[in-house]
């Protein structure tokens, strides 16, 4: 038999952050917000609490007779928001979510090992994705192993793509990430603005990590498809790379040797394939019969 989930969940609500009757208290974010809860809860819900919790105090000989800390427990780099969501969890089963906090709510969930928050915060993205958060969210799922959210938002750029490229969000993701994302078919943009968004994406993240823009940006250009440009393009590709050396001399010239041989000789199949959104071009017919 079972009585009202609803009112059982509502109960304890009000005991979330309620200094009544609490006996561990922790100083959240560098607004040093005080938060109330109460150990046993936590304890029971969560096996990083029960550790947290039970660790025997510094200097103490006789751990069987020492008081469990009381705290406060100071945890400065997390968002107090972000830190009432996951208590708001362990207490009612349940999480209140926006846009702003999801991520973080979906690291801490990681972090404190509750899978089914996990799920939760995944499905909130899921359902609430944007152009200018899919990369941020894409960046995480890699980030914490989360599959289903990594096709989910590969899926969601594939849609939009040329809006994703102009996002602060495409200019942080890692290299790998991005790698990931280049190797795709179904890119909903031309390949010349796509080269574009990549030599952005490389003197962003050469100045954020101090390193030459040649060696950020190694395994991203690898995806580029530079055989898909027209000669033109390869002109004028190759003055802007004499500032930057961002596409190794060989790529291009394994480009320019497509176009004079008239088919992909020597080019990987996968970079003489047309997106969804490459514009087309004279030449992809020679191209053709090499992707297949």
Same mark, same amino acid.
């Given at each position: ?102 991520? %973080?709510? =979906?690291?801490?969930? $990681?972090? /404190? !090992?509750?899978? #089914? *928050?996990?799920?939760? @915060?995944?499905? +909130? &993205? ?9 990369? %941020?969210? =894409?960046?995480?799922? $890699?980030? /914490? !192993?989360?599959? #289903? *959210?990594?096709?989910? @938002?590969?899926? +969601? &750029? ?135």
């Amino acid at each position: 038999l079972q009585g009202d989930v609803a009112a059982f969940s509502a109960a304890l609500r009000t005991l979330v952050n309620n200094p009544q009757f609490s006996d561990v208290m922790f100083v959240v974010g560098r607004e040093q917000q005080k938060v109330f809860a109460h150990r046993c809860v936590l304890a029971c819900r969560c096996q990083v609490f029960r550790g947290m919790l039970s660790q025997v105090p510094v200097g103490s000989q006789d751990s069987s007779s020492s008081v469990p800390p009381q705290g406060p427990f100071i945890l400065g780099n997390v968002q107090p928001e972000v830190f009432l969501a996951v208590i708001e969890f362990l207490y009612t089963n349940s999480v209140t979510l926006n846009s702003h906090i999801a991520l %973080e709510v =979906l690291t801490s969930s $990681v972090e /404190y !090992g509750l899978q #089914d *928050l996990c799920k939760l @915060c995944v499905k +909130f &993205i899921k359902d609430t994705l944007s152009v200018e958060q899919v990369c %941020e969210a =894409l960046q995480a799922a $890699v980030t /914490y !192993g989360q599959a #289903d *959210l990594q096709q989910h @938002c590969l899926a +969601f &750029i594939e849609g939009c793509t040329a809006a994703v490229v102009r996002t602060q969000g495409f200019r942080e993701l890692s290299d790998v990430v991005l790698a990931r994302v280049l190797r795709s078919d179904h890119l909903a943009v031309d390949e010349l603005d796509l080269v574009q968004a990549v030599r952005e994406w490389a003197h962003v993240s050469s100045a954020v990590l101090e390193r030459p823009v040649p060696e950020v940006a190694a395994l991203p250009v690898r995806e580029l498809r530079l055989p898909l440009l027209a000669p033109s393009e390869l002109v004028t590709l190759e003055s802007y790379n004499q500032q930057d050396f961002l596409i190794p001399v060989e790529n291009i010239a394994a480009a320019w040797r497509a176009h004079a041989l008239r088919k992909g000789s020597g080019v990987p199949s996968r970079l003489c394939r047309p997106r969804w959104g490459t514009r087309p071009r004279d030449h992809h017919r020679h191209l053709e019969p090499h992707a297949k």
